[in-house]
């Protein structure tokens, strides 16, 4: 696992965006995985504004995303399809057939999982998956105690994840109490992880799943099992790693990260 610590949000998201921007024109059939939420957002608007002023093709990708919540509609405002059409897929060439989301209205949520996952399996598995961090420290909505070898499924979100996610919903009660999402175990599959936490709420649980003990209560620790795993922070949420003078100096030295550093 490498960590990067950035100086700011902007620059994390700008970081992110640059391996992914990389990554596609080095593979240009990329398959990608994809994550929602507000840390996202700066990264897909970058991705877009790359896409337009760089000729950034998305044209041979495919993406699937992480998750999506049980019971609301593809059209719905607040459904992850949506966010995903309105943030990324509506502004760059991708045809919409190469992107995949779990479908939270199947009639078998049981079918669908395998489904998905012989989806993913049939694309060639995924090259970079993007994730965020969760403030219990869930990937994708693998809640505490989603065993690390989880494949995709229905899963019951916890009373802390309806409350944060209330925002576009007006209230947690309002928030679909269950999702379809990626296990831990099919997260881990991907190739390479690439994961993007920003802000001092983050520090504790950062902390916990890059420098802690491996445990299904927190799942993101599993990504200290993957062989391909960089995770960028900004300095509030580094805050409270112990091993921040290695991680810079890994920065500043590697040669892989020569063309994003500011010398």
């Known amino acids: 696992m490498e960590i990067i610590i950035q100086p700011d949000p902007e620059a994390a998201a700008r970081l992110a965006a640059h391996i992914i921007a990389k990554r596609l024109r080095e593979k240009p059939d990329l398959v990608l995985g994809l994550a929602t939420g507000n840390t996202m957002e700066k990264v897909y608007g970058m991705l877009a504004e790359t896409h337009e002023k760089q000729n950034l093709s998305f044209a041979r990708c495919t993406t699937f995303n992480l998750d999506e919540y049980i019971g609301l509609p593809e059209n719905d405002p607040n459904s992850y399809r949506t966010y995903m059409n309105t943030r990324l897929f509506d502004k760059v ?38 994730l965020g961090i969760g403030r219990d420290g869930h990937i994708g909505f693998n809640e505490p105690m989603s065993a690390l070898r989880s494949r995709t499924r229905e899963k019951a979100l916890t009373p802390e994840t309806l409350l944060h996610n209330a925002g ?96």
Request: with cysteine; charged share 20%.
């Open 168 to 263: 576009p919903f007006g209230a947690p009660e309002n928030v679909p109490r269950r999702a379809i999402t990626m296990g831990v175990g099919t997260i881990l599959d991907s190739r390479r992880c690439l994961m993007l936490a920003t802000g001092a709420g983050k520090a504790a649980i950062v902390a916990k799943a890059l420098e802690g003990p491996i445990t299904a209560m927190v799942s993101a620790s599993a990504l200290q099992l993957h062989p391909h795993c960089t995770v960028i922070v900004d300095e509030p949420a580094a805050s409270k790693l112990q091993g921040k003078p290695y991680y810079r100096w890994i920065f500043e030295h590697e040669p892989e990260w020569k063309e994003f550093r500011v010398e």
């Open 93 to 130: 060439d991708i045809p919409i057939e190469n992107t995949h989301m779990p479908n939270g209205n199947a009639a078998d949520f049981r079918a669908e999982s395998e489904r998905y996952e012989q989806a993913i399996l049939a694309a060639g598995g995924i090259d970079l998956q993007l």
